[in-house]
């Protein structure tokens, strides 16, 4: 882990490695109550991971442009790289990471990749800055996954807990297949509902992927007591949910950018739900999460 880095408002204290600009911990000064996931290596050593230039699995760990292959292991190399910070007030952190000669041999494209944190009262408001500095066309993919400690409060369980859409949703889940790949049709899952309770076999069989919902905003809350968190997200066409197998945590994950489908031809520039930058342009989407204490 690199070093450190901490904001604080009067309200949240925050902390952010420099390595993947990773969001490490929120707590509530008033209670002291931590909000994420301890990042235990025996579960998943991971906080809140930045997804980028790809999110999720490539067929093979593959991807072709222009006629050669590249090769990725899921989500990126943003996640295990160093940023660079570049800016650092009371309530806000920023983080650069730019594109170099590693980078490059993985993914032909110049490009500054930055994290953005503000708090602004029980607010942190999380912000990907992509920009593209090169000279071509540049083809992309980011994504969060910030894992949220669940259960928040002594004595509270698990399955007390679960997460509310602001819309009433129907939309399928779309199965991850062996070797991280999505399958070609979606599985019924939620069905004119707002309301999914969570349980640790949710997730036996990986995250839920669920594309192209209403809601840009959900809440995770405790039935015995109400408290929680809420978590919105704009921009973003799908939303992964995931937990490690019986882990104490939730990830809800706001993408641009989604794994290969079984059979996908690996053509970078046909991948479902890929970005593209004209040189010189940016890119930007925030997630939020409030704190409901």
């Known amino acids: 882990m690199g070093k450190i880095y901490q904001i604080e408002n009067s309200v949240l204290k925050i902390a952010v490695s420099e390595t993947g600009a990773e969001l490490q911990s929120i707590i509530d000064k008033s209670t002291g109550q931590e909000y994420m996931w301890s990042g235990d290596p025996a579960v998943w050593g991971k906080h809140s991971p930045v997804l980028f230039p790809i999110v999720g699995t490539l067929r093979d760990n593959t991807y072709r442009y222009e006629g050669k292959d590249y090769h990725l292991n899921r989500h990126g190399f943003a996640r295990e790289m160093n940023f660079s910070p570049v800016g650092q007030l009371r309530d ?3 983080f650069s990471l730019k594109s170099n000669g590693e980078t490059l041999k993985l993914y032909p494209f110049d490009f500054e990749l930055k994290l953005k944190y503000l708090l602004e009262g029980k607010t942190l408001k999380v912000t990907y800055d992509v920009g593209n500095s090169g000279n071509k066309k540049m ?3 980011i994504g969060g996954h910030p894992a949220f400690k669940l259960p ?17 949703e129907t939309a399928g889940k779309w199965p991850i297949e062996e070797g991280g790949l999505l399958a070609q049709t979606p599985v019924p899952f939620l069905n004119n509902s707002n309301v999914l309770r969570l349980n640790k076999g949710l997730f036996a069989k990986d995250a839920v992927v669920l594309k192209e919902l209403k809601s840009r905003k959900l809440a995770v809350r405790s039935e015995k007591n109400g408290k929680g968190f809420d978590f919105s997200w704009e921009g973003f066409p799908y939303l992964g949910i995931w937990a490690a197998p019986g882990a104490d945590f939730v990830c809800i994950e706001p993408w641009c950018g989604i794994a290969d489908t079984v059979g996908f031809d690996q053509d970078v520039t046909k991948k479902e739900g890929i970005e593209m930058l004209e040189p010189g342009q940016h890119f930007e989407r925030s997630w939020i999460v409030t704190i409901i204490s």
């Open 92 to 94: 806000e952190l920023v």
């Open 139 to 141: 083809w992309f993919s």
């Open 152 to 168: 928040l409060f002594r004595g509270d369980a698990y399955a007390e807990y679960y997460l509310e859409f602001e819309e009433k």
